[in-house]
C-alpha cells in the first residue's frame, strides 16, 4: 500500500545533539512539508519542498534544516540551534493542486533529555 | 494570509448524541477546505474536503460537512456519536491558487461519555 513513513516512532536527543528525523514516501507525490505539533497549538509549519532539490521555509523555520534529494524523501534535522525541539512531528505529501488533499505519516516523538 | 480558528477547544457529548464542532476562516476567495482526525500519538486521516460545487460534503465514518460562504464556516457535524469518534479534529483551509500550503486551526478535542 501507498503511504508515508516517518521513523522513528520515538527519538530521545541530548542536549547539544543534532538530529534526523526520516520521512519516505511511495505515493508519487511532488510536494512534501514537516509540521511541528505542541498541544493546544495546531500544527506549525516548518519546511515545505515542491519539488527535488528545492525546499522553502515555514514559519517555524530556525533551528531546523531539511534536504529533498530525491522525490521520496524528505529528512528532517533538528539542530542543536533549536531550543525547545520536545514535540510531536509529522511530515505530510500533497500531489497535484490543493484540493486533492494530503497525506499525512505516523509522525515521530522527540524528546530532549 | 489565511486562518482558521476553532473555537471550542474540548467538547464532550454523550454516545449517541449529536455533535457539531465548529470552524471558520480568515481568506479573500473561497479556499479549499478539509477536516481530518487524529488519535493519540497518531498521523492525520482525511475525514472530508470541499472545493467546489455541494456545499454539503459527505465523507468517512458517517461525518458531514457544511460550506457556507456567507458565514466563512465549514462546520463538521455527526448525527450520533460513537465512543471511537473520540479523538482530536482539525479544520484546514489552503488557498486556492499559489503554493496551496495549508493553515490548520489549534483542533478541537472531542470526549466521549458512555
Known amino acids: 500500500d501507498g503511504g508515508i513513513t516517518q521513523s522513528p516512532k520515538y527519538l530521545f536527543r541530548k542536549e547539544g545533539q543534532n538530529v534526523t528525523l526520516s520521512c519516505e514516501q511511495n505515493?508519487?507525490?511532488?510536494?512534501m512539508y514537516w509540521y511541528r505539533q505542541d498541544p493546544g497549538q495546531g500544527l506549525r509549519l516548518i519546511y515545505y519542498s515542491q519539488i527535488v532539490n528545492d525546499f522553502q521555509k515555514g514559519d517555524i523555520a530556525e533551528g531546523y534544516s531539511v534536504s529533498r534529494e530525491k522525490k521520496e524523501s524528505f529528512p528532517l534535522t533538528v539542530t542543536s540551534a533549536q531550543k525547545n525541539p520536545t514535540a510531536f512531528y509529522l511530515c505530510a505529501s500533497r500531489t497535484g493542486t490543493g484540493h486533492a488533499g494530503y497525506t499525512f505519516g505516523s509522525g515521530t516523538r522527540l524528546t530532549v533529555v | 494570509a489565511q486562518s482558521v480558528t476553532q473555537p471550542d477547544i474540548h467538547i464532550t457529548v454523550s454516545e449517541g448524541a449529536s455533535l457539531e464542532l465548529r470552524c471558520n476562516y480568515s481568506y479573500g476567495a473561497t479556499p479549499y477546505l478539509f477536516w481530518y482526525v487524529q488519535s493519540p500519538g497518531q498521523g492525520l486521516q482525511l475525514l472530508l474536503k470541499?472545493?467546489?460545487?455541494?456545499?454539503l460534503v459527505q465523507g468517512i465514518k458517517g461525518f458531514e460537512a457544511e460550506f457556507k460562504r456567507s458565514q466563512s464556516s465549514f462546520n463538521l457535524r455527526k448525527p450520533s456519536v460513537h465512543w471511537s469518534d473520540a479523538a482530536e479534529y482539525f479544520c484546514a483551509v489552503v488557498p486556492s491558487g499559489g503554493s496551496y500550503i495549508p493553515t490548520f486551526g489549534r483542533g478541537t478535542s472531542l470526549i466521549v461519555h458512555p
Open positions: 470541499y472545493f467546489s460545487g455541494d456545499t
Open positions: 505515493l508519487n507525490h511532488d510536494a
